[in-house]
T-cell receptor, first 112, second 111 residues
Framework: DAGVIQSPRHEVTEMGQEVTLRCKPISGHDYLFWYRQTMMRGLELLIYFNNNVPIDDSGMPEDRFSAKMPNASFSTLKIQPSEPRDSAVYFC??????????FGDGTRLSIL | DAKTTQPPSMDCAEGRAANLPCNHSTISGNEYVYWYRQIHSQGPQYIIHGLKNNETNEMASLIITEDRKSSTLILPHATLRDTAVYYCIVRVVGGNEKLTFGTGTRLTIIP
């Protein structure tokens, strides 16, 4: 079975550029989560959706970050404009009902 | 969600049982204990969860004390592939779906 698929796996870009991270959740899952992992702050939740609707975006750092889920099989996390402090590994996870979350392998983002 | 405390690191010999402790002394009656692990360069992987009874699956066993203030994750026969950071997380099932990851325990399996 296909797990959570994230793209790209690696992204290197210059500060000020727009960055778009993509996630395809596991088919049939009704929750989707975006996390960020850094050495300083560890693994922290940015936002999560239920049935394509954002439920908790309290972890989104600032207005430069936005997340969308236009349908049940696709979500994006966008950073505009990007800054060096946004460099991190970004994980997407999905789940169904009360089952545990399943994570993708992440996107390693470097902002120069 | 209640806070958890884990040792920062542990070693275990290959083939032996790895016992990873977690303290959650402020846990509420409706909070579950979850364990995830993160192998280098991969996303976190779910291992097991429980409320108050001991649980076992194909990956591990979870032992929760009677007062629920602490728990132990047991990997019965550790292999080199079990080297990872292990996270103990407490949350209410059916409440906010947020998982709060602490710093975890870095488990190193020694050949």
């Amino acid at each position: 079975d296909a797990g959570v698929i994230q793209s790209p796996r690696h992204e290197v870009t210059e500060m000020g550029q727009e960055v778009t991270l993509r996630c395809k959740p596991i088919s049939g899952h009704d929750y989707l989560f975006w996390y960020r992992q850094t050495m300083m702050r560890g693994l922290e939740l940015l936002i999560y959706f239920n049935n394509n609707v954002p439920i908790d975006d309290s972890g989104m750092p600032e207005d430069r970050f936005s997340a969308k889920m236009p349908n049940a099989s696709f979500s994006t996390l966008k950073i505009q404009p990007s800054e060096p402090r946004d460099s991190a590994v970004y994980f997407c996870a999905s789940k169904v009902g009360n089952q545990p979350q399943h994570f993708g392998d992440g996107t390693r983002l470097s902002i120069l | 969600d209640a806070k958890t405390t884990q040792p920062p690191s542990m070693d275990c010999a290959e083939g032996r049982a790895a016992n990873l402790p977690c303290n959650h002394s402020t846990i509420s009656g409706n909070e579950y204990v979850y364990w995830y692990r993160q192998i280098h360069s991969q996303g976190p992987q779910y291992i097991i969860h429980g409320l108050k009874n001991n649980e076992t699956n194909e990956m591990a066993s979870l032992i929760i004390t009677e007062d629920r203030k602490s728990s132990t994750l047991i990997l019965p026969h550790a292999t080199l592939r079990d080297t990872a950071v292990y996270y103990c997380i407490v949350r209410v099932v059916g409440g906010n779906e947020k998982l709060t990851f602490g710093t975890g325990t870095r488990l190193t399996i020694i050949p």
